[in-house]
């Protein structure tokens, strides 16, 4: 996906441009080569190895060089094409635009190299680009040799041409042609490092280093065979080379191995000797020695986890080679042990090495990430915004190198192995008093002092365990006596702030911090200082209420009404009685009494 600038991105990058650069002393020209491509390669892609975002960054300001500088190839309609001549270098902006040219030229052919990995085609496309951005180089060195520029652009065009030549014939695999080139580039920026300030320097020591590995590989492929010793170790200085030379490099390295590996026939392991068939697990086998050199060598740890990485998945590979091989092998898949000897098949056994390669790799990579931990957990944090390590983030890893010890004492074919057994014993030791140790720091950091001595009391044990046993089994275990000595320092300090702990609950209970049970509701005319009333279980007040007893609604019974005696009414039922049809007349007409 190609970047899209900002409409202020370009105003101000239009304004860049408008401005009339710099030049030198009176009316000479320069032109810092190495320290403007750096810096536009840095802020435009190339520090995430975006090659089509750099070049459409090289497009634009091509076209704001041209229309500042009023060169324009032809019109709308016709293209008529231009070069730069010397005589009209009155702007070190001519020199801006011819560099930015070559410099567009050679990431569409960066570009191409990465595409090319799925698409060979596009090799012959890359080779076009490149004589393409040499020949803009060479127009660039040539425009360069006018009187009007100073001696420094003059080099930095030199160096630039015969770096842009080298990876050309790189690519050719034209090795002599290509290693002059870059001996050339070499030289004229280690001469450009001594003339000039530090800061300058760095930048054109930063370009010698990045061209070493490239004429390492030269002089190899010409015929010095010790080249590839210092490729490799370049290679694990660096973290692993860049750009063109990457995909080269692995590849020699595995060819290189791969012919050793053609006399390599079987390999001896825990006084067994297992015949090796299989060429991935010869080569892999073959740079087990120098992968492990090479970590001990690590001058930092994230080289060194890299390196663990890189050999963890080798081994993985070749832990796959064997399985396949299991699987097709039909004596192995219907009958696992041999009923003659009762030993293991040389495959299998061949398998349980290999595996046993990678839990102890994993062990050592493990146990290096604990050591940078303690480190760092030593060490006063001096970055607020950074997390820092906590005594749970070695217990973690202390658990997992328990598990890989696990499963070694599982592995076919070393049941009988009574030193074996032993070893992996201690070590298991060895690890669980690291592990208790660490839990106990994590009880002390919240305050839990009888848990945390317990477990100190468990990591002396551990410890005193494995230095009796490890003085009659002469093995490479881990020191335990730095951490007996450890232990018995914190636990004093554990005991003395215990009792300082103690000491200072005792001097703050006064009565306005002793916590009451009361609610807040029944004690509000009280000042107490209590920090539960700022927690998430502040009470504030009683819930569920007390029942309270209420009166109860009355009920009413008439009792009067039975001792009541009532008028008599006779008089009244007897005149009704006597009304009959002529009471009903004299009521028709009217005529009551």
């Known amino acids: 996906s190609r970047e899209i600038p900002s409409a202020g991105k370009m105003v101000a990058d239009e304004n860049k441009e408008n401005e009339k650069p710099v030049g030198g002393i009176g009316d000479t020209l320069s032109l810092e080569i190495l320290q403007i491509i750096k810096e536009s390669q840095q802020q435009h892609g190339l520090r995430h190895g975006d090659f089509q975002r750099y070049r459409g960054y090289c497009s634009r300001r091509l076209r704001r060089l041209r229309k500042t500088l009023g060169f324009k190839m032809g019109n709308r309609h016709k293209f008529t094409g231009k070069k730069v001549s010397a005589e009209m270098l009155t702007d070190n902006r001519y020199l801006l635009l011819v560099l930015m040219n070559a410099e567009r030229a050679w990431s569409y052919a960066m570009q191409l190299k990465q595409e090319a990995n799925t698409e060979p085609r596009k090799r012959f496309h890359l080779v076009s680009r490149l004589r393409k951005s040499v020949k803009h180089s060479e127009e660039l060195e040539h425009l360069c040799e006018s009187e009007r520029v100073d001696a420094r652009t003059k080099l930095e065009a030199q160096a630039y041409t015969a770096y842009l030549t080298g990876m050309?014939?790189?690519?050719?695999?034209?090795?002599?042609?290509?290693?002059?080139?870059?001996?050339?580039?070499?030289?004229?920026?280690?001469?450009?490092?001594?003339?000039?300030?530090?800061?300058?320097?760095?930048?054109?020591?930063?370009?010698?280093?990045?061209?070493?590995?490239?004429?390492?590989?030269?002089?190899?492929?010409?015929?010095?065979?010790?080249?590839?010793?210092?490729?490799?170790?370049?290679?694990?200085?660096?973290?692993?080379?860049?750009?063109?030379?990457?995909?080269?490099?692995?590849?020699?390295?595995?060819?290189?191995?791969?012919?050793?590996?053609?006399?390599?026939?079987?390999?001896?392991?825990?006084?067994?000797?297992?015949?090796?068939?299989?060429?991935?697990?010869?080569?892999?086998?073959?740079?087990?020695?120098?992968?492990?050199?090479?970590?001990?060598?690590?001058?930092?740890?994230?080289?060194?986890?890299?390196?663990?990485?890189?050999?963890?998945?080798?081994?993985?590979?070749a832990l796959q080679a064997v399985r396949e091989e299991l699987k097709t092998d039909s004596k192995q898949r219907d009958h696992t042990m041999e009923t003659e000897s009762g030993r293991v098949s040389n495959l299998q056994y061949l398998h349980s090495y290999l595996t046993y390669i990678k839990l102890s790799t994993a062990v050592k990579r493990n146990e290096s990430m604990a050591s940078a931990l303690q480190k760092a957990l030593k060490e006063s944090p001096q970055d607020d915004s950074k997390r820092t390590p906590r005594p749970q983030d070695l217990i973690r890893l202390y658990d997992i190198i328990l598990q890989n010890l696990t499963e070694l004492l599982q592995l076919p074919g070393l049941e009988e192995d009574k030193n074996f057994q032993k070893e992996i014993a201690l070590k298991t030791l060895v690890y669980k008093a690291y592990r208790c140790f660490f839990i106990a720091q994590s009880y002390v950091l919240v305050?839990?002092?009888?848990?945390?001595?317990?477990?100190?009391?468990?990591?002396?044990?551990?410890?005193?365990?494995?230095?009796?046993?490890?003085?009659?089994?002469?093995?490479?275990?881990?020191?335990?006596?730095?951490?007996?000595?450890?232990?018995?320092?914190?636990?004093?300090?554990l005991q003395a702030a215990a009792i300082l702990d103690t000491d200072d609950a005792s001097e703050t209970e006064s009565p306005s911090l002793v916590k009451d049970r009361k609610p807040l509701s029944e004690q509000l005319d009280v000042f107490r200082l209590d920090p539960s009333l700022v927690s998430k279980q502040a009470s504030l007040v009683k819930f569920p209420p007390d029942f309270l007893p209420i009166p109860c609604k009355p009920l009413f019974f008439d009792l009067a009404l039975n001792h009541v005696a009532f008028p008599p009414l006779e008089d009244k039922v007897e005149q009704k009685a006597k009304s009959g049809l002529t009471g009903y007349i004299k009521g028709f007409f009217g005529f009551r009494s």
């Open 447 to 493: 305050k839990k002092w009888s848990e945390a001595l317990v477990l100190y009391e468990r990591v002396l044990k551990y410890a005193n365990e494995v230095h009796s046993q490890a003085q009659t089994f002469k093995k490479d275990l881990p020191d335990v006596q730095e951490l007996i000595a450890l232990v018995n320092a914190e636990k004093y300090s």
């Open 168 to 317: 050309l014939f790189f690519e050719l695999q034209e090795w002599k042609a290509a290693m002059e080139s870059f001996n050339k580039c070499k030289t004229i920026y280690e001469k450009l490092a001594s003339a000039f300030t530090e800061e300058l320097a760095v930048l054109y020591n930063q370009r010698v280093e990045e061209i070493s590995p490239n004429i390492r590989y030269c002089a190899y492929n010409i015929g010095d065979q010790s080249a590839i010793n210092e490729l490799m170790l370049m290679r694990l200085r660096s973290g692993g080379t860049g750009g063109m030379l990457a995909e080269k490099l692995e590849a020699l390295i595995t060819q290189t191995r791969a012919k050793q590996a053609a006399t390599m026939s079987e390999v001896e392991w825990r006084g067994r000797t297992i015949p090796v068939k299989i060429d991935k697990v010869r080569i892999f086998l073959l740079g087990l020695a120098d992968n492990e050199a090479a970590v001990v060598q690590a001058e930092n740890e994230d080289t060194k986890e890299r390196l663990f990485e890189s050999l963890l998945s080798e081994c993985r590979d």
